[in-house]
């Protein structure tokens, strides 16, 4: 089922059937699983069952793919677009030219599991965490194991014996390729889960942390507040998903506007009255992204536009703050990959 429709602001959107997000417009952040992404544009974001999504601006234009047949998912080529190890899945959209085939405005394919094959293949290429398809599906041979097990606190010899016999190996290539330990993937599954009891149900704690495996509720309140910074009653009672989060509004609108002219984090920092330490963890804590970043990206995104509608590669070196062309040639070809003038071609030849 394919649907195109403006959420509405921090309305929390449960996934209940595996489900292909494609943001069509939009100016804010949005939140998957606690989490805040600023960096969506171009991509289509896949979330499995048991997921959920908001949109914290009021300017969201989406289009929503549903797939009602499980059976695919059983494909372990697929389950790499759902199953997220880190944190959002998604595959680059304006890299893969079937993909845009398929979700152009003018084709609406009956066929929706056809997008599925070649988000798939898309992904591979992407190849995120820099590993082979063997090594990809004993990675996810492991969070399968994970997003099963995660309330029965298992050890670490279990977690080995459940994975595979060659569960040592599985450990260290997970670290090496996602930079996490197993042990801290399911942690953080666990931690997820416990977040969602609390948030989205009216379960007592006591209950909440039974059911996560804990046998005394005052080592989950321990867990939960050291891990969080909250104490699992203060995270359901700052939780209200109908409250507008207006720093994030806030610091969006001041990029947007003055990213050509201010690099400088003191200049944000002052204008937010905050210190440029607090802001820059705040920034952190809510956009799992740096405030530098941020400016980056609001420059590269501004620089992509003013390509598009042909400007002079010299105007928009000086219109985003640059000292000199080549300056800006440099910047833009190391945070995209192309230079301007390959980006400019690429845009004349697709």
């Known amino acids: 089922m394919v649907e195109k429709f ?5 309305k929390v959107y449960f996934i209940n059937t595996y489900s292909l997000f494609q943001i069509l417009s939009g100016t804010g952040s949005i939140q998957v699983d606690f989490k805040n992404y600023y960096d969506w544009q171009d991509k289509a974001i896949y979330l499995e069952k048991g997921q959920y999504i908001k949109f914290l601006s009021d300017d969201f234009s989406v289009r929503k793919i549903q797939f009602p047949n499980e059976t695919i998912y059983r494909n372990k080529e697929v389950r ?11 595959i680059n959209f304006n890299e893969c030219e079937a993909c845009k085939k398929y979700l152009s405005d003018t084709v609406f394919a009956e066929q929706v599991t056809n997008i599925i094959d070649v988000s798939s293949e ?3 290429w992407q190849n995120p965490f820099h590993a082979s398809k063997s090594e990809y599906q004993t990675i996810f041979d492991i969070k399968e194991v994970i997003d099963e097990q995660y309330a029965n606190h298992l050890n670490n010899e279990d977690l080995v014996s459940l994975i595979n016999e060659n569960g040592h190996h599985a450990q260290a290539l997970v670290k090496d390729k996602i930079g996490l330990t197993v042990k801290s993937m399911l942690t953080n599954k666990r931690l997820v889960e416990s977040k969602k009891e609390i948030a989205f149900t009216d379960k007592n704690i006591q209950e909440i942390s039974y059911g996560m495996g804990y046998k005394d509720p005052a080592y989950f309140n321990r867990v939960f507040k050291n891990t969080t ?7 359901r009672k700052d939780f209200d998903y109908s409250k507008r989060d207006s720093f994030i509004e806030d610091i969006i609108t001041l990029l947007r506007t ?3 002219e201010q690099r ?3 200049f944000y920092a002052d204008k937010m009255n905050l210190s440029v330490k607090a802001l820059s963890k705040k920034t952190k804590d809510k956009l799992n992204t740096s405030l ?3 400016i980056r990206f609001e420059l590269v995104n501004t620089a992509k536009s003013m390509l598009a509608q042909d400007a002079p590669i010299q105007d928009i070196s000086y219109r985003l703050g640059f000292e000199e062309p080549n300056h800006f040639s440099g910047f833009f070809k190391h945070y995209t990959g192309h230079s301007p003038t390959d980006f400019k071609r690429k845009k004349y030849n697709s």
């Open 229 to 235: 910074g909250q104490s699992p009653a203060k995270f």
């Open 292 to 294: 530098g970043q941020l």
């Open 264 to 266: 400088s984090l003191g």
């Open 122 to 124: 898309q992904w591979y």
């Open 258 to 260: 003055h990213h050509t």
């Open 80 to 90: 790499v677009l759902f199953k997220h190890l880190i944190s959002l899945g998604y």
């Open 6 to 10: 403006t959420p509405e602001i921090n």
